[in-house]
């Protein structure tokens, strides 16, 4: 078998982007097939059910739950205000009667006769979905959301934190190695996403983070700096939703790692240009990373559905090793081995023979590398 | 004789990460495994079909059994899809398959009370192979607010409702449902069908239920789980369970609809369709088998790169002198830890320093803190270095001390699928149930898993085994070869003989007997006295101190007769200072005889001191290379 199959991350100049811009509930999509519409649009909208607000009614009435709905004010569907009653005994010669008022605004979803329960919802809330990416609406998924799509240039990355943000780019680390200090960062950055090299500590994220850096795209952080920003030690690999004041995308992963050239020159041709980024990263049960979009002009008819395929490593194929040793490094695969081999750590796997760039041969776990996909 | 229609099978596991396909043959008279090919698992944008893992897994098989047999023209594919019935060397007799790609199947139960109808809802759910995202209970001291805000925000697969006996009121049950109502939860796949909500309980409330729950949701009623106090019935809700996980959950997967066309095979004389289990339940099936079987104990685990299942099957100790042993099953599923994805929460949930302990060399924090988070977010890649394989030991031994924790603490009294008990019991176990996990009784320990199945050498499964349960008196020890028990388990709804004789010569690998005397060591003399004979007439005789491990070599298939005596104060089994005479099982690692202590268990705080300690023992166990213990 001179082929097997790999996880690899996209940097490319050129692709498709399509993005499902999709409500968390039903609701109304505000675009139509074919609109032009820019990152910052609203292209759909939805309100979210109000909190619930039980309140048992036979408790407070001091009735038996069969008996509350002879005491009952309103009726369910019914909209109601703060401090309405929604129900009263007769009390004794109009006397001493019970009354319980709405605690909220509202609207009554049940009332039972079984538990003597009345179930309020409080206002619906609203929720728009803007575009994210400047492009084309190219599907509309009727009352859910839409389907936008674009040319870009297109970055993923391993891991992120922090959600969607759209800001100009500014490349401050002057070669793919470098780790960018605190000193380097100032108030010009403010509002835009910067790229450092292979690294960046904690002081300078945290200086980052003091003049309003709207992002960071770094080639490693340390773990134990992530833990210090976050204040908890990030257990299950779901994120995007931190809020740390920016979004942060690691292109290489945990530790100094330089970061690849294509990635780093690809992001030096962005200096200037307004980007889409987001940092969400789900390794498990549905795999998403987060992402770095410039879009590029393009004409409407260009856009086209891609086949989607799993990568596949042969013979002449760049990877980039993601474990130690030699993580980080770029090479070509030379040679595919059939045979299972024995690593240093005495387990039997299939390798891959690889060149790297410093002209080194090395054989490597075919799990061990990823392809470095256009 | 083998069933003529079953000479070639092919079973894979769709698993979170891989997608892992074996073949099975008749040949020479018996089931054999002989190839096994994987892929990435392919539930996933961009490729959103599992089938496409599936082939791909397939499409391996078929290029190894082609080359194994030397003939080009065995084939097992066709236009993109596995060719059902075989023809000569084309196709295959049957095809079955176990999943829990996608992250499985994720349940929300409810009860009335947690520690009683909660309590049988989890063990339901877990038994049927899900994974319990939460329990809702009417006394759990949640607001009814906050109850519903959870409900709505989880999106299970599916809701497993329990709550009062039959005949008892129906207050709190309704309230429960009228809870449930309110959320109006939506399934995590599909919007375009209702949630399953199985309601189990108190047959008197059924009408209030339907009256709550038929509109908003795929209601469906079966028998109750708690009939009455003293009776757990968990056979009705757990069936459903699996009805359910085919018609909605699969349904809704990405590409299962064709799979489930795929999954065929005959039985009773005609091909049918075979349901794909969930992974654990095809698992927690074969523990169950192993103890029927030899009339043993068993304590299984299978250790994902997400999950850590832990199966236990111990004997009822309530059933009298002659009757027939009682086996009570019990299944726990740790979602958050794992060897892949959930590495990172192995390290937050145990700490640096428990992980470190079982480290012998000298590691540096950042960069192991760095190690654990590059590979939960390559969760695929595999330890090159030796060092790094050292490092990922550490953590499964804590991955599955702590899953092995929470199954101890879950598994406790009225237990198993109908059981009867004392009034005076059943009241006694909502305050306080004791564990049934008896590591002094259990006869077997097998480990599951790609760290477990993989390990480059079995003795380092050996120390994870003993190292993370810390297995008392006199336990067997075994492994999954290659991690096909989920295979085998469904293999087993066609044909039993085929998965027995698989399970028996090629899936479970026998690794040897650990010896452990337990107790707190307080004289000077031997933890243990050891005289061993091997069946070849080879003569051990040892006196060991506390806090060492010998390697006995006795080969698999082997036995050794020993007379075992432990130190002052210690007990093998019998008693304490009791001798035992017994035969020993061998394996491909031997006999294991470790004084190092049980209850307690104590490793010294000094680095230097353990470190020195623990390349003793990895030496003495020959755990890994010379080189890197020196």
């Known amino acids: 078998m001179g082929k097997s199959f790999s996880q690899g991350l996209a940097v490319s100049e050129n692709t498709i982007v399509r993005k499902e811009r999709i409500l968390p509930l039903k609701g109304e999509v505000k675009v139509k097939k074919g609109d032009k519409v820019s990152a910052e649009d609203i292209v759909a909208v939805t309100m979210l059910p109000g909190k619930v607000v039980p309140i048992n009614l036979a408790n407070k009435l001091g009735v038996t739950a069969d008996l509350v709905t002879r005491f009952i004010k309103v009726q369910e569907g019914d909209k109601i205000k703060q401090g309405q009653i929604l129900a009263q005994t007769n009390g004794f010669l109009g006397m001493f009667k019970s009354t319980v008022r709405s605690p909220t605004e509202g609207e009554v979803q049940n009332i039972s006769r079984h538990t003597g329960q009345i179930l309020l919802n409080e206002p619906r809330i609203p929720v728009e979905v803007r575009a994210f990416i400047d492009g084309y609406v190219v599907e509309v998924i009727p009352e859910q959301g839409v389907v936008i799509e674009n040319k870009s240039s297109y970055i993923q990355g391993i891991f992120g934190i922090g959600g969607e943000i759209n800001a100009e780019i500014d490349v401050i680390a002057e070669a793919a190695d470098e780790v960018v200090t605190a000193d380097k960062i100032n108030d010009n950055h403010k509002g835009k996403i910067i790229v450092t090299g292979e690294m960046l500590h904690y002081d300078a994220i945290m200086k980052a983070k003091k003049v309003g850096v709207s992002g960071i795209i770094t080639g490693g952080i340390h773990d134990q700096d992530l833990k210090k920003l976050l204040g908890y030690d990030i257990g299950v690999a779901i994120t995007g939703h931190e809020e740390v004041g920016l979004t942060i995308v690691v292109t290489e992963g945990f530790g100094p790692i330089k970061m690849a050239n294509k990635t780093f020159n690809l992001l030096k041709s962005f200096q200037g240009k307004k980007v889409s980024m987001h940092g969400f990263t789900q390794i498990r049960a549905g795999v998403i990373r987060p992402e770095i979009i410039k879009p590029i002009d393009f004409k409407e008819d260009e856009l086209i559905d891609q086949e989607a395929e799993l990568p596949m490593i042969e013979v002449g194929k760049v990877i980039r090793v993601i474990r130690q040793p030699n993580f980080g490094k770029i090479g070509k695969v030379v040679g595919m081995p059939e045979e299972l081999t024995k690593v240093e750590s005495e387990t039997l796997v299939r390798v891959l023979e690889a060149e790297l760039e410093t002209g080194e041969k090395v054989l490597i776990p075919r799990a061990n590398v990823e392809i470095i996909s256009d | ?630």
């Not at chain 2, 018609?247 to 009773?268: D, F």
């Not at chain 2, 042993?325 to 700490?351: C, D, E």
């Not at chain 2, 680095?607 to 300690?613: G, M």
């Open chain 2, 1 to 630: 004789m083998a069933n003529e229609q079953l000479r070639r099978i092919v079973a894979t596991d769709c698993g979170s990460t891989t997608t892992k396909a074996i073949l099975i043959e008749f040949v020479d008279g018996e089931y054999r495994q002989t190839v096994r090919g994987e892929a990435p698992t392919t539930v996933e944008a961009p490729l959103n079909d599992v089938t496409k893992g599936v082939i791909n897994s397939v499409q391996e098989l078929e290029e190894l059994a082609q080359l194994k047999y030397n003939n080009k023209n065995i084939k097992f594919i066709e236009n993109e899809q596995i060719i059902i019935p075989r023809n000569g060397d084309i196709g295959v007799d049957a095809y079955v398959s176990t999943s829990s790609a996608g992250g499985g199947l994720q349940m929300m139960v409810t009860g009335v009370v947690a520690r009683m109808t909660g309590e049988s809802a989890e063990r339901a759910a877990l038994g049927a192979g899900a994974i319990v995202m939460d329990l809702i209970a009417s006394n759990d001291q949640r607001a009814n607010y906050e109850k519903i805000e959870r409900i709505r925000h989880l999106r299970p697969d599916m809701i497993l409702m329990a709550g009062g006996v039959d005949g008892g009121t129906t207050k709190h049950v309704a309230e429960l449902a009228e809870l449930v109502a309110a959320a109006d939860p939506k399934p995590r796949l599909g919007s375009s069908y209702k949630l399953p909500v199985i309601y189990a309980g108190n047959k008197d409330a059924q009408d209030i239920i339907k009256e709550t729950l038929a509109d908003k949701s795929d209601l469906i009623i079966t028998e109750n789980i708690r009939p009455t106090l003293e009776v757990e019935n968990l056979g009705p809700a757990r069936d459903k369970i699996h009805d359910l996980f085919m018609e909605h959950v699969m349904q809704q997967a990405p590409g299962y609809n064709k799979l489930m066309q795929w999954t065929r095979g005959p039985l009773n004389g005609k091909l049918q369709s075979i349901p794909i289990m969930p992974t654990p339940a095809a698992v927690g099936n074969i523990m169950q088998t192993i103890a029927r079987n030899e009339g043993i104990e068993v304590l299984g685990v299978d250790i994902g790169g997400a999950t850590t299942d832990v199966f236990s099957v111990f004997k009822d100790k309530d059933v009298k002198e002659g009757e027939p042993p009682k086996y009570i099953f019990n299944r726990t599923v740790s979602a958050n830890l794992g060897m892949s994805y959930s590495i990172s929460n192995v390290l937050a949930s145990a700490g640096l320093d428990n992980i470190l302990r079982w480290v012998p060399l000298d590691i540096d924090e950042s960069e192991l803190r760095n190690m654990i988070k590059n590979k939960m977010i390559r969760p695929t890649t595999i330890p090159q270095k030796l060092e790094e394989l050292v490092l990922e030991q550490a953590i499964a031994k804590e991955a599955l001390r702590l899953a092995f924790v929470q199954h101890k603490e879950f598994a406790v009294t009225l237990k198993g699928t109908q059981k009867q008990r004392e009034i005076s019991e059943a009241f006694s176990q909502t305050t306080s149930g004791e564990t049934i996990v008896d590591m002094m009784s259990l006869d077997l320990l097998v480990g599951s898993g790609g760290v477990a199945s993989h390990a480059p050498r079995r003795h380092q499964t050996v120390l994870m085994l003993i190292d993370a349960f810390l297995p008392e008196g006199i336990t067997r020890l075994g492994v999954d070869s290659i991690f096909m028990m989920p295979h085998l388990g469904v293999l087993a709804e066609i044909s039993e003989k085929a998965a027995t004789e698989v399970f028996d010569k090629d899936c479970m690998i026998y690794l040897g007997t650990c010896v452990a005397p337990v107790g707190p060591f307080k004289s000077k003399g031997p933890a243990l006295t050891a005289e061993i004979e091997l069946s070849n007439g080879e003569k051990f005789t040892e006196e060991i101190p506390f806090g060492e491990m010998r390697l006995i070599p006795c080969g698999i298939g082997e036995t050794a007769k020993a007379k075992l005596r432990p130190g002052r104060g210690l007990d093998l089994g019998a008693g304490k200072n009791q001798e035992i005479e017994t035969t020993l099982w061998g394996g491909v690692v031997g006999i294991v005889l470790d004084t190092r202590g049980r209850n307690p268990f104590v490793l010294p705080p000094d680095h230097a001191e353990r470190r020195k300690l623990l390349k003793k023992w990895m030496s003495e166990l020959k755990v890994y290379p010379e080189p890197i213990l020196k």
